[in-house]
């Protein structure tokens, strides 16, 4: 069974909304950090959103800053990306990814887990 199964991707024209979940097996321990990824066609993979355990402690990527909101819901095992102001570039395909220590959010290598990926198309 895959541990994250990201969901709610699709498409949206420019300036909307789109709310993406994941699905958290019970696998990854409630501790972990969770975040978000994404890579678009030919592009560099690029860091979306982080959150800790608790929720104390949120980052985010430069270009999603004051757009993109990341909460959890430890109950429901779930982690969410709540994105609006969407802009054609934020096209890519989403990854839900989970670490179980996080010194460098940005880096992908601090997370030992990732999804498959849940597509994202801003387009008018």
């Known amino acids: 069974q895959t541990p994250l199964v990201e969901s709610g991707g699709g498409l949206v024209q420019p300036g909307g909304s789109l709310a993406l979940s994941c699905t958290i097996a019970e696998s990854i321990s409630k501790r972990y950090f969770m975040g978000w990824f994404r890579q678009a066609p030919g592009k560099e993979r690029e860091f979306v959103a982080v959150i800790n355990w608790n929720g104390h402690t949120r980052h985010y990527g430069d270009s999603m800053k004051g757009r993109f909101t990341i909460t959890r819901d430890n109950g429901k095992k779930s982690v969410y990306l709540q994105m609006t102001s969407l802009k054609p570039e934020d096209s890519a395909t989403y990854y839900c990814?989970?670490?179980?220590?996080?010194?460098?959010?940005?880096?992908?290598?601090?997370?030992?887990?990732w999804g498959q990926g849940t597509q994202v198309t801003v387009s008018s």
């Open positions: 990814v989970a670490g179980n220590f996080n010194d460098s959010p940005s880096d992908p290598g601090q997370y030992e887990t």
